[in-house]
């Protein structure tokens, strides 16, 4: 019997591995490869990933970002944020050198069962035991389900997109772009080394088609090296991200930024909590639900705020699609710093006064917006 299984070899998983040294553990996964297949646009903010690895000298990290642009129709905008361009394939084999024998791949996790004194794993190969389980498995939430985390599945976002190779000179920065005609979602350019970028767009239906739409107008003459598609939780944390012997993190444990998608930082860091708490609960023999209820503790304290700005900034936006017949004249009133601020998961006071205005069913007060958002000081 291991001391831990670990369903899932992304990010989230590798780093609670990485955690669990001096124990029997292993670390599974259906992929046929670390880092394959790639399915987002490998951006991390800068800050958050020194915060986690102390320096930014790997090999791993394509670009140092510090600018971004955005445009909205025709409307297009500037402005400074750090952040890291990841070879996200390579910076997962990195975080998995170190606890290389402890990965078996090619393992499809088929169902989960809690008994008494240990946890069932059945997977397509053998039937696995351990004393505890670690669900990092992405976006699919069946066996949240059948665990009774979840009661229903969460709203979920599609990305479809690639890493593209092209001939025209980039700048050093992230640039998104909206439209009206397609409502919520964004499209995404992130420069790479050697002419290489990754682009994709994000939304809630129509990925393809808004992806293709949006390459014809900023990258057309772009052409694929590699294309990926996804599924992305926007509802914020699952009802429960922990029960007895059961511990969830990263995407499988809906820790992503909803406004904007963003979800490496946060792999990391669950992963990272989560591996610290297995630990102490198998040197302690501890697996029931009040000693693991200290995982929420942690990940609640270091970004359970964050997570709840990026649903009130997706709420707020689609508010705003509602309400504005002219979204992009809004897009003209935040600062610089508020920008940069929603990037870092933090909500500026005038936009949760926007959000109670845009609640307020009074239409003058929606049609005038712009001139409330002039009036009140940062």
């Keep these: 019997m291991y001391d831990v299984i670990i369903v899932g070899a992304g990010p989230a998983g590798l780093m609670a591995a990485r955690q669990l040294k001096g124990l029997n553990f292993l670390c599974i996964d259906k992929k046929k490869k670390i880092g394959h297949p790639l399915q987002c646009g490998e951006g991390v903010r800068e ?12 090999k791993f990290i394509e670009k140092r970002i510090r600018n971004h642009a955005f445009a909205f129709n025709n409307y297009k905008r500037r402005f400074k944020h750090g952040y890291f361009q990841l070879n996200r394939p390579k910076f997962e084999e990195w975080l998995a050198e170190p606890i290389k024998k402890n990965i078996k791949l090619n393992i499809e996790v088929k169902d989960i069962r809690i008994k008494k004194d240990f946890v069932e794993i059945k997977t397509n190969i053998k039937m696995y035991q351990a004393k505890l389980c670690i669900l990092c ?13 979840i009661k229903n599945n969460p709203p979920i976002g599609i990305c479809y997109g690639g890493i593209f190779r092209t001939k025209q000179k980039l700048n050093d920065e992230f640039f998104y772009a909206f439209d009206n005609k397609i409502g919520l979602g964004y499209f995404w350019l992130f420069p790479k080394k050697d002419n290489l970028i990754n682009i994709g767009f994000g939304g809630l239906n129509n990925p393809k088609k808004n992806f293709d739409y949006f390459k014809k107008k900023f990258a057309k003459d772009a052409r694929a090296k590699y294309i990926y598609g996804g599924i992305i939780p926007l509802s914020g944390p699952i009802e429960k991200t922990y029960d007895n012997r059961i511990l969830a993190c990263g995407d499988a444990a809906g820790f992503v930024f909803a406004f904007s998608g963003e979800g490496i930082k946060y792999a990391l860091l669950s ?21 693991l209820a200290k995982y929420k503790t942690l990940w609640q304290r270091k970004f359970g705020e964050e997570l709840e700005a990026g649903i009130l900034l997706q709420e707020i936006a689609k508010k705003v699609m509602s309400y504005s017949k ?3 004249n809004l897009l003209k ?5 508020e920008l940069a601020m929603v990037l870092d998961g933090r909500i500026p006071r005038r936009v949760r006064l926007v959000f109670k205005i845009l609640k307020i069913q009074n239409r003058t007060i929606k049609n005038s917006l712009k001139f409330i958002l002039k009036k009140i000081s940062f």
Excluded at 47 to 58: R, T, V
Excluded at 271 to 291: I, L, P, S, T
């Design 47 to 58: 800050k958050d990933f020194l915060d986690i690895f102390n320096h930014s000298n790997y």
């Design 137 to 149: 498995h992405g976006p699919n939430f069946k066996l949240q389900k059948k665990l009774g985390l």
């Design 333 to 337: 009133v935040p600062t610089n710093r």
């Design 326 to 328: 002219d979204p992009k």
């Design 271 to 291: 992963g990272m909590y989560a591996g610290k708490v297995a630990k102490e609960a198998c040197k302690r023999q501890r697996f029931d639900r009040q000693f």
